[in-house]
């Protein structure tokens, strides 16, 4: 899950868990959510927010969260949205992108370890994973 600070964010993101929570086939002892703080000012800012939300999570939905990192707020991202080009492509080598690598790293490494089947979104990030990691 992808969030940032701002309040319309937060309450999007934890009421998509509350979604999750209400299928009749989701399990709260086999999930958890993974999330990364997006534009924010600081990695202290991303930790704060994963901390907020992840007590609230856990507390009423009793859902477990995971941080996986931030992304700090860059104009680099901005100046390629009005470019209509990716971030990691017009810009390789920043920060943002590394980070970006780094998630999609950490992300490969323990869906290998959980392995099965996937259809629709789920499918299109595990072969965007695979092709990143065959770099």
């Not at 999330?35 to 939300?53: F, H, Q, T």
């Not at 017009?90 to 490969?108: G, M, Q, R, T």
């Amino acid at each position: 899950m992808v969030t940032t600070p701002e309040p319309t964010s937060i309450t999007d993101a934890y009421a998509l868990m509350k979604t999750l929570k209400r299928k009749a086939d989701f399990s709260s002892e086999d999930t958890v959510i993974r999330m990364i703080s997006n534009r924010v000012a600081s990695e202290e800012e991303g930790r704060e927010l994963y901390d907020k939300l992840s007590a609230v999570v856990h507390k009423f939905l009793h859902i477990r969260m995971e941080y996986l990192g931030s992304l700090l707020q860059e104009g680099m991202v901005s100046k390629a949205v009005i470019h209509q080009k990716p971030a990691l492509t017009l810009y390789p080598n920043s920060h943002f992108s590394k980070k970006i690598y780094e998630f999609a790293d950490i992300l490969y490494e323990r869906e290998g370890e959980h392995k099965k089947e996937r259809s629709g979104i789920a499918q299109m990030i595990s072969r965007f994973l695979l092709s990143r990691s065959k770099r």
